[in-house]
């Protein structure tokens, strides 16, 4: 990784980086490299005046009948799905309520064989069956459903260079629970609520504060008034591209 990075620095014309705070990193590892570097973070477009799967349709597909939460991340030890999983056993254990997260995403990690046996057994003993449900791989269109009708999308992530999900979620209006790394921050979604990726309290005082008010329908009509601003968005995000070239 090494190598490739050092070969790419020297035989590039320039640096395209998504976000300040991985040029921060390049800076530490190869200052010739930073100099060279420009940041454009992306911006995922969505078109929301594309239909999405109705609510009852998702349900019916995916079993399960409750609002929910929603964790599309891929299963690597770095995404912190465990912490979740701790979140919801201390929802359940201590203030007796039974909340349901779902996950989609790839369910391994090539880097950690033994990785996602350890999430399905902490779930088993920790009898969490009917609070987090695994889909794995979903059409994308079923994904962006499942964040549209979620109470909210959740990202504990303890590394990222710049989260797909957290854009598709800004580009939604959607509100997100994320952990206070940089990178989260820097992305800065209008609705989000930061806790640390290694605590478990704020995070589940909060998702019981969330799934306690959660109304679709007002949900509905605040995502509608953010998703007016992605044209513009997507505007800025091209001219800042085109600027760079």
């Known amino acids: 990784r090494y190598i490739n990075l ?17 040029q921060k990193d390049l800076k530490k590892l190869n200052f010739y490299g930073y100099k060279k570097s420009k940041v454009l973070r992306p911006f995922f477009y969505i078109n929301t005046k594309k239909n999405f799967i ?3 349709k998702l349900r019916s597909k995916y079993d399960f009948e409750k609002n929910y939460f929603f964790l599309p991340n891929q299963y690597w030890v770095h995404k912190n799905h465990i912490l979740i999983l701790k979140a919801l056993k201390k929802i359940k254990k201590k203030y007796n309520k039974e ?4 996950s989609s995403g790839i369910f391994y ?9 350890s999430i399905k057994e902490y779930i ?4 969490l069956k009917i609070n987090y449900k695994i889909l794995g791989v979903i059409p994308f269109q079923d994904l962006i459903s499942l964040m549209h009708y979620s109470i909210a999308i959740i990202n504990p992530s303890k590394s990222e260079g710049w989260s797909s999900t ?6 939604l209006g959607k509100m997100t629970l994320l952990s206070d790394i940089k990178v989260h921050k820097e992305q800065n979604p209008y609705r989000s609520f930061f806790f640390n990726t290694y605590s478990i309290n704020k995070l589940s005082q909060k998702m019981i504060e969330l799934e306690r008010n959660f109304n679709l329908k007002k949900e509905i009509k605040i995502m509608k008034s953010q998703t007016k601003l992605n044209l ?4 800025k995000f091209a001219t800042d591209f ?3 070239v």
């Open 6 to 22: 050092n070969l790419s620095i020297k035989n590039s014309t320039k640096i395209l980086l998504s976000s300040k705070t991985v």
């Open 54 to 56: 109705s609510i009852k």
């Open 99 to 102: 909340l349901l997260v779902i």
């Open 109 to 117: 990690d090539y880097r950690h064989p033994d990785h996602a046996r």
């Open 124 to 127: 088993c003993k920790n009898d």
């Open 166 to 171: 957290v854009e598709q979620s800004k580009s």
């Open 232 to 235: 513009i968005k997507a505007k």
């Open 242 to 244: 085109q600027n760079i």
